[in-house]
């Protein structure tokens, strides 16, 4: 176990720092039902990949701008319930993957294997994004820590949130930024591709013993964490990929619980 520890390093230290945003926003997420958007961002926010590449910057700086913008811009678009929403995101979802694959072809000499941001190895995470993930991680916790009563309010009757003066729009839109940074932290550990899946079911398994969205929140953290850790383990004992190991033991989780009804 102590080798085990060693060969991690800061596998360990990002799995933490992942359950936590996996059970402040993922449970955000699930209440709000904005896993379709969520994904949305995530696949999305590939263009900001592509760009970044292109230009020689910061692979976090891209996908962040990129993913903030792509957050915005949903935020309106789903507060204002514009026709054919369903058709927008699906839209906006293949665009932005499609401009990070073109930025990526036009830039001349890269080789770097691209599948990394797509699916993640949290292996090879650098300490720097250990860092931003704590930043985001601090983040969304100060956040449902100021407006608990709202955003439980938002989550479960929108219009009686707006006859009482609560500022849904706003709250909608901070809600959708945070999900756009969890998202770019978790890019190098999960990769865009399987990460709403790892932050979708260890809320969803909670909330089937939770009594309340607080406990809910509460028991995702060592859900999560116990998912990524035992992933972990399974990949390093039948020697295959860290993140797909992750993804089926959260799957199996998943299904064992998916006939219990919720508290």
Known sequence: MGEMIQLFG???IAAALLSLAIGVVGSLMLVNRYNYLAASIAHGSYGGVGMAIYLGSSILLGATLFAVALALLLAYMTYHRHRHLDIFI???WAVGMSVGIIFTDLTPGYTTDLMSY???DILMIPSSDLWYMAVVDLL????VALFYHQLLAIAYDKEFALTRGLPVASLHTTTLVLIALTVVMSIRSIGLILVIALFSIPPYIAERFAKNFFGMMVLSIPIAFGIIVAGLMIAYYLDISATAAIILLAALCFVLTFFKDPR
Request: no cysteine; aromatic share 24%; glycine share 16%.
């Open 10 to 12: 800061h596998s360990f």
């Open 90 to 92: 699906g839209v906006l």
């Open 118 to 120: 797509l699916f993640g």
């Open 140 to 143: 969304a916790i100060s956040f």
